[in-house]
């Protein structure tokens, strides 16, 4: 590999195209493939921007990118429309501007379900692409998406490995205590299951603890991923024990415009007594329900603690009630915890929703120490409490960089 040679990775999404551009580092990729396991650190991106505004209408679309250091650079995209068009002038740009010609190596992408069939990191070859196509229903918020990015850049550069990275592959260690459903088994047989997701970001999480958290890496560490998706995984020794998402990433806590778990009953009303059919159920518990929907204001956290109406104050109320119940029902799965981990844009970045959380779990050993908890501080447990808290930051960037080093290697 030569000095410039670089990895792409994308994250795409229905509205935009999140990329990032990293340096292929040889020294890296052979010292990983000489230590025979996944340990992503924080990798550095050369250049980081998105295509956003796709699907917006006419004049909507616009490239914005930034190489380090440098300002960043904003461009109209008014002939784009579709992923392929974002792909094609991404790299037009990449390639004019920044040097990308030729020295691209691989490109990773971030793919949500990967079924029962991806336990690691696959090039996303035809037959590969073909078994995620078959995952769309699962995930139909982001799995058509994250294909038309991967078919995009292959359109363009056929010859480019492309590597996925699944976000339900960390939950491959799980018991089939954990994953199996009370249903007949011709629906069991046919990959009704729980799966899990936010695989990347406790993929990432699991690798730093040791670095961070000493010997209590290896025990009873329970991880709470709460951003605009939320979920809570189990670990014992940094393997996946237990989540609280499902089949699908509806399941489990309260989340920006996703319900979390509701009695199936509900949906069965939904469209026998309420009229809905199908596609409006789906939207309704995608992009209708949660933290949107108990508060009619936002989907979004500082919104809503911001907010003097009492429905944003309750819409809080429920989200930490119900992550504090996964918490403690993960912790019924470990037999215990020893760590507790609050991570991504809520768990990193709102004392009070980790105040809330704390106070309703005190009776299994978990306390705050206020002071260390609204100064952000790492470690923000009282010193005397039975359980450590911290709070990290995540990376899902990074795991997909190991994983295209690994590849190069």
């Known amino acids: 590999m030569r000095t410039d040679d670089s990895i792409l990775v994308l994250n795409c999404g229905s509205s935009s195209v999140k990329f990032a551009v990293y340096a292929a580092d040889r020294s890296r990729a052979v010292a990983l493939a000489a230590s025979g396991a996944g340990a992503s650190g924080a990798a550095t991106a050369r250049i980081r921007g998105q295509v956003a505004g796709l699907g917006g209408g006419p004049g909507a679309a616009h490239l914005e990118w930034r190489v380090t250091h440098e300002p960043l650079v904003t461009s109209a995209l008014p002939s784009v429309r579709s992923h392929q068009d974002a792909i ?3 790299m037009e740009a990449l390639e004019r501007s920044a040097g990308l010609r030729g020295t691209l190596k691989v490109a990773g992408h971030r793919i949500v379900h990967g079924g029962g069939h991806f336990e690691r990191p696959a090039l996303l070859d035809n037959a590969a692409i073909a ?25 363009r550069q056929p010859d480019l490995p492309q590597i996925g990275c699944f976000d339900t592959a960390f939950h491959a260690t799980q018991l089939p205590l954990h994953t199996t459903y009370a249903l007949p ?6 990959g009704v299951r729980r799966y899990g997701f936010h695989g990347l970001s406790y993929q990432f999480i699991a690798d730093q603890l040791p670095v961070v958290a000493g010997p209590l890496a290896d025990g009873r560490v329970i991880v709470a991923h709460l951003g605009n998706g939320a979920s ?10 237990r989540s609280s998402m499902g089949m699908t990433a509806l399941d489990g806590l309260v989340m920006g415009t996703r319900p979390g778990s509701v009695d199936i009953g509900v949906a069965l009303h939904a469209i026998t007594a309420l009229g809905m059919d199908a596609d409006t159920l789906s939207h309704a518990l995608y992009d209708r ?6 508060s009619g204001i936002s989907h979004d956290v ?7 109406d009492p429905r944003a104050a309750f819409a809080i109320e429920v989200f930490c009630e119900r992550a ?11 037999g215990g915890c020893d760590l507790l981990v609050f991570t991504a844009g809520i768990g990193e970045n709102s004392p009070p929703v980790r105040a809330r959380i704390a106070d309703r779990l005190a009776w299994m050993g978990v306390r705050l120490d206020r002071a260390f908890n609204d100064s952000g501080a790492a470690l923000v447990s009282d010193p005397s409490a039975p359980v450590a808290v911290r709070v990290m930051p995540t990376d899902e960037e990074s795991v997909i960089v190991t994983a295209c080093l690994e590849h190069l290697a």
Do not use: F
């Not at 995620?132 to 359109?155: C, D, I, K, S, T």
């Not at 809570?232 to 024990?241: T, W, Y």
């Not at 329900?289 to 108990?294: A, P, R, V």
């Open 232 to 241: 809570v995984c189990g670990m014992l020794e940094r393997r996946s024990v």
């Open 185 to 190: 088994i011709e629906m069991r047989e046919r």
């Open 302 to 308: 500082r919104t809503l603690l911001a907010s003097t």
């Open 324 to 334: 504090a119940q996964e918490i403690a029902a993960t912790a019924v799965a470990l």
């Open 289 to 294: 329900s949660g933290l949107l929907g108990l």
């Open 88 to 90: 094609d002038h991404l």
């Open 131 to 155: 078994v995620l196509e078959a995952q769309v229903p699962l995930a139909p918020l982001h799995q058509p998406h994250n294909l038309a990015g991967v078919r995009a850049l292959a359109a």
